[in-house]
């Protein structure tokens, strides 16, 4: 498979305003695991936002890829898209998302680690599926896979459907009451998962030919402490770029990111890890990378 190269979108190279106009997004999901569209209505929604170069990062899978490009090519859409994915990690008992951007999708050593971590999502499924049950909410398991259909499952299947059969009020309740974890306090349907290391995850992203970054440092909860020792500790594996811009962060915290790509010599992503519609964030929205920045797409020679 060719990967992209810069020279593919020149737009964004030559004329820096190109990044102002939220022309470009790298991490979006699609109802291949836990976003809502199919990959041809987020293409058609990408269109409409006048995105040049789109890539779709669904959790643990690159299925929506292969759909969105041939309907790019069927519909002759002018959009590059990059292939992507969001590879769910453990370190220190957290889970750290390591997003990968113009990999090999066929390559082998990508396919097995998806294979794997598809394997873990599934006994953790169950797992959560039992617990549920003991808490009165005996199909949620059921439930939760026909949401999911044939992409990947995610503990967002499983709060919607507390959501929508009215166990909860909200999604972030769900989290709040049943599936999430705060510090060292586990809620009730709470199960550690199995993933793979961070290491592990930028060593299969460099052997599919791609760039390794650490999706949404600020969303770890983690105290600067911490943050920092994550951020070393990626830089350590190999890791190349951070998303210093996800459009719900400020200045200030645009800027905390920017130095650390400084300090540590990364380079940086963008993307509003779109799901679903809705009112504080869209596709390609308020996506400018902070002056300094060394985009991650600068490593695609
Ligand atoms: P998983 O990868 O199975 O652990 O599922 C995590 C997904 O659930 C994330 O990618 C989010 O889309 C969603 N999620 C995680 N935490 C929350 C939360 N507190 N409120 C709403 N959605 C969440
Ligand atoms: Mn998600
Ligand atoms: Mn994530
Ligand atoms: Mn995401």
């Known amino acids: 498979m060719a990967l992209l190269s810069t020279t593919d979108f020149p737009l964004l190279i030559e004329k820096n305003d190109g990044f ?32 040049d170069v789109l890539a779709i990062t669904d959790h643990d899978t690159v299925e929506g890829f292969d759909i969105a490009l041939d309907y790019i090519v069927e519909k002759n ?32 050593a990508l396919q097995q680690l998806i294979s794997c971590q598809q394997e873990a999502r599934e006994q953790r499924a169950v797992s959560i599926g039992e617990k549920l049950a003991k808490c009165g909410f005996e199909d949620a398991y059921h439930d939760a896979k026909k949401l999911a259909g044939s992409g990947t499952i995610t503990r967002a299947h499983f709060a919607k459907v507390l959501y929508q059969q009215g166990h909860v009020g909200t999604m ?17 349907a709470y199960v550690k998962p199995v993933w793979c290391s961070i290491e592990q995850a930028v060593e299969v992203i460099h052997a599919a030919g791609g760039s390794a970054v650490m999706a949404h440092p600020i969303r770890y909860d983690l105290s600067a402490k911490w943050l920092r020792r994550l951020i070393v ?32 010599d990364l380079h940086a992503s963008t993307g ?9 964030s869209d596709l390609g929205r308020n996506l400018i990378l902070p002056d300094g920045a060394i985009p991650v797409w600068a490593m695609w020679k």
């Not at 510090?183 to 009730?188: F, I, V």
């Open 20 to 51: 102002s106009h939220g022309r470009i997004d790298l991490h979006c999901h699609t109802h291949c695991s836990d976003g809502t569209l199919s990959p041809q209505t987020l293409i058609d929604r990408a269109v409409n936002y006048q995105i």
């Open 77 to 108: 859409i002018p959009i590059k898209l990059v292939s992507g994915i969001e590879i769910s990690t453990a370190w220190q008992g957290f889970e750290i998302h390591i997003v990968g951007l113009n990999i090999d999708i066929n390559n082998l």
């Open 233 to 264: 500790y990626f830089k350590e594996s190999q890791g190349d770029a951070l998303e210093v811009v996800l459009p719900q962060m400020n200045p200030q915290q645009r800027q905390t990111m920017l130095n650390y790509c400084l300090e540590y």
């Open 172 to 188: 972030q309740k769900a989290f709040d009451e049943y599936l999430g974890k705060k510090g060292r306090n586990t809620q009730k």
């Open 272 to 280: 509003s890890d779109f799901h679903h519609p809705n009112k504080w």
